[in-house]
């Protein structure tokens, strides 16, 4: 899915690229992605595009009246192109411009959302929206205070950075690639980190995401519509030699994603005598407080669990 950095390339690009164009034709591939009150060929004709926004994973696109708000959830990209180019059997919207250039929004998956706000922009329609928390690239916090928030969350590892309420905008392959920078198993509760490890996480953190933006500025197309992860150390390396010791990188599962790490830079928290420690303290909390948990536990025992829509999102 497009994360932090994908998405703050992609807004300046587009920002350059649409800011004051009005929309002069309005096409619909795929109704299924729409979230709208009236149809979108009404709502966004003749409309000018005033400012293009990064939230998290999402992108904002504000018009003179109202705004479009999208999540590409897994697998939905912009691209930017002439609005003579072929349309693809997966543009699920092409807006053409006044200068004839055309925004689309491409989503093999079907799974992200197009938001068309009516004037006023209430966002509260938008699931997760309002409740996202600063953003992943661009936060304010301290190493002290990063370090205070993140372990009164008493939440694993790689749980807290995909948490979008905690930080917005890391996915499974930034995770990944930060938790490997800081040396860190994913499954490492924060509370059990010592300063020493909190100072390489926050880090981590800061450098991969800030290198992120760079590796995306640098190779992403002039048309979009594609992933920059060429960069990547672990995510989709599996098999591979870790860069830092040589052990082969391992790919397995974290609740229902994918998830890279090297066994030896990373170790788990049984090898390093916590779980014991962990289940003492934070015996309660453990399964009510973290979601991932909660998921696998129900998604396993009961049939009616592994139908719920809601694991998806
Ligand atoms: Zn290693």
């Not at 411009?97 to 929004?105: A, E, P, T, V, W």
């Amino acid at each position: 899915m497009p994360e932090w950095p994908d998405l703050h390339v992609v807004r300046g690009r587009l920002e350059k690229a649409l800011v004051g164009r009005e929309i002069t034709l309005v096409r619909v591939g795929d109704p299924l992605v729409l979230r709208a009150t009236r149809p979108v060929e009404t709502a966004l004709a003749h409309r000018r595009l005033t400012g293009v926004r990064h939230r998290g994973k999402f992108l904002v696109f504000d018009l003179d009246k109202g705004a479009i708000v999208v999540n590409p959830m897994l697998a939905g990209v912009f691209e930017l192109n002439d609005a003579e180019d072929k349309l693809t059997r997966t543009t699920a919207l092409s807006l053409v411009l006044d200068n004839g250039k055309d925004l689309r929004y491409r989503d093999d998956k079907r799974m992200g959302k197009v938001h068309v706000l009516e004037d006023g922009g209430d966002t509260s329609s938008v699931h997760g929206f309002d409740e996202l928390g600063p953003e992943a690239g661009d936060f304010p916090w301290s190493e002290r205070e990063f370090a205070t928030r993140a372990r009164a969350t008493r939440r694993e590892v790689r749980n807290l950075l995909q948490d979008q309420t905690f930080l917005a905008g890391i996915g499974n392959a930034y995770a990944d690639e930060i938790l490997w920078e800081a040396q860190l198993h994913p499954k490492r509760r924060v509370a059990t980190l010592s300063d020493e490890e909190m100072a390489r996480f926050y880090r981590a953190l800061k450098d991969v995401i800030a290198r992120g933006v760079l590796q995306v500025e640098e190779h992403l197309p002039l048309e979009l519509g594609t992933k920059i992860r060429d960069h990547m150390k672990v995510r989709g390396h599996k098999g591979k030699p870790c860069p830092r010791c040589g052990t082969p990188i391992i790919k397995t599962r974290h609740g229902l994603d994918d998830m890279y790490l090297c066994p030896r830079c990373q170790l788990p928290p049984d090898s390093l005598g916590q779980i014991g420690r962990c289940a003492k303290r934070f015996h309660a909390p453990m399964s009510s407080t973290d979601p991932t948990t909660a998921i696998v536990t129900l998604s396993v025992p009961t049939p009616a669990a592994k139908s719920g829509s809601d694991i998806a999102t």
